[in-house]
């Protein structure tokens, strides 16, 4: 049972019914308690992480130093709470988070607010205009629990936990209800299959079967190589008088860009989550409402029209565009949500012994011999190099890995998650092969490992499949989801 004996707003409550029946019993009468302390209890909080600026920007592939700090970037947490059970939803405005993040945050959520470590959701957004709190440290400690985080990871981790415990000091009663739009406007998969002749070689020398990013309008394209998934689904908690007191949703959006020079900013997220509060927000409510969104599975999608061109717009316009619309269409299917008190919660989480990428004398070969070659010190590296020193990294890894994985349930819905930047078609396959009545997907959950192809893009190639963007081996998704699949099917809905 948490321990909720700092929450004075509480014994309020409790001791009310208690004067009620002293009352009655005093006055040879009876009584009729209320039952607005039964069920369910939400709270929501936030706390702000945005980095010092000259840290390093992270997401292309080489970092730059940031220098002006374009919108805050925050870790927005809501806690659910029935009976003794609760969970926490937390989403970060970050590319990713080292593993070892999320185990510091979460043993430090359990020990100071009594929610076990299991039953907290701690992803990344993945804006690519964040400094890292992925560290340095990916191979191959990326699975070992004693990692020693830096400053920057341990300013997170302390925020991560201030947030959970404000969301817990704003508990009230409240009801959830569940949504989803369809928005597949937005979204593009990004793999390409080009006309015979026209691929480049990859860094590694080989021909692949897909190209990532071709160019807009190319006359090579064909078709793109797989699906996007266009569903924005949400989680909203109503307050008993009304207030929306937090939204949790997940769009499968790898993130949208054209930022400023060595801007910081939580892109597209951040955007939809301050119009979403504007929308569904009170006047001066307090405390705030808060909006959040996760990524789904965009590890294969973007928001680049490839066949045709949009006009172009100023910085952070197309930002704007989608994170508007998006926050519309919510807000417009808000109103329609069914609300109940009653909704269960649960959660499990697993580690799954997964191989680490396997390099070859052949491709070792390769990397060294570009390593004995490098380029001038006045030139900047190309992929060969960069990729390069990554096999050499990933071949010194241990042979397996630990992977986190985790499934939430509130009521009727089942949250599963991924390490890994998810392709789109992983997420449609849980969503169809989960038995919950309602299914959603968020990835960069718990820790950072990479792409996540399915095997079938492995034959395929790509920058996706490249050993160095990939570190998994190529059954990890199955794995994954064969694994959520079976935390989830012992819930009975």
């Known amino acids: 049972m948490p321990n909720r004996s700092s929450h004075s707003h509480r014994s309020h409550v409790r001791f009310l019914p208690l004067c009620l029946m002293v009352l009655a019993w005093w006055q040879g009468g009876s009584v009729c308690l209320s039952t607005e302390d039964a069920g369910m209890r939400a709270g929501a909080a936030t706390s702000n992480i945005t980095p010092d600026l000259g840290g390093e920007i992270i997401g292309g592939f080489l970092p730059i130093a940031s220098r002006q700090i374009h919108d805050e970037l925050w870790v927005r947490c ?4 029935q009976g003794e059970s609760r969970i926490a939803l937390v989403v970060c405005d970050l590319l990713g988070i080292h593993r ?10 359990a020990k100071r607010h009594a929610i076990p470590a299991s039953h907290v959701l701690i992803s990344a957004t993945h804006t690519h205009s964040a400094t890292s709190a992925i560290g340095n440290a990916m191979y191959p400690q990326v699975y070992q629990s004693d990692v020693q985080l830096d400053d920057y990871q341990k300013f997170v981790v302390r925020r991560i936990v201030d947030a959970v415990g404000r969301a817990i000091a704003n508990l009230e009663p409240a009801e959830v209800g569940f949504g989803s739009i369809e928005a597949p406007e937005h ?9 015979e002749g026209k691929m480049t070689p990859n860094p590694f020398g080989a021909i692949d079967k897909v190209r990532m990013n071709p160019p807009v309008e190319s006359p090579d394209l064909v078709e793109p190589a797989g699906p996007t998934d266009p569903e924005l689904a949400f989680v909203i908690a109503k307050a008993t008088d009304g207030r929306i007191i937090g939204v949790y949703s997940a769009y499968s959006l790898h993130y949208v860009g054209d930022v400023g020079p060595g801007h910081i ?14 929308l569904l927000s009170r006047p001066n409510q307090d405390p705030p409402m808060v909006a959040m969104l996760a990524n789904g599975t965009s590890g294969d999608v973007n928001n680049v029209p490839f066949p045709k061109a949009r006009p172009p717009k100023p910085v952070y316009g197309q930002m704007r565009h989608v994170a508007e619309d998006l926050a519309s269409k919510v807000s417009a299917s808000a109103a329609q949500v069914e609300f109940r008190r009653d909704h269960a919660l649960d959660a499990k989480y697993r580690e799954l012994d997964v191989q680490w990428r396997t390099i ?3 491709l070792m070969a390769w990397a060294t011999n570009i390593q004995q070659n490098p380029p001038p010190p006045n030139q900047p590296p190309g992929l060969p190099d960069i990729y390069a020193r990554r096999v050499q990294l990933l071949a010194k890894a ?23 930047e998810t392709f789109a078609e992983t997420g449609l396959e849980f969503k169809k092969r989960c038995t919950a009545p309602r299914a959603m997907m968020v990835e960069l959950a718990h820790g950072y490992f990479g792409y996540l192809p399915t095997p079938r893009h492995f034959a395929l190639g790509g920058y996706e499949t490249w050993p160095g963007t990939n570190s998994l081996e190529p059954q990890a998704s199955v794995k994954i989801i064969d694994a959520l699949l079976e935390m989830a099917q012992d819930w009975k809905h």
């Open 398 to 420: 241990s042979p397996q890995t630990k992977l986190p994985v985790q499934t939430l349930r509130i009521g009727p819905l089942v949250i599963g998650t991924s390490p890994c």
């Open 100 to 109: 070892s993040l999320s185990l510091a945050a979460r043993d430090e959520i």
């Open 78 to 81: 809501i806690v659910l709470e």
């Open 265 to 278: 900013s939580a892109d597209y997220f951040g955007i939809y989550c301050q119009q979403l509060q504007n």
């Open 187 to 195: 979204l593009f998969n990004r793999r390409w299959f080009l006309k």
């Open 360 to 362: 070859g004398p052949e």
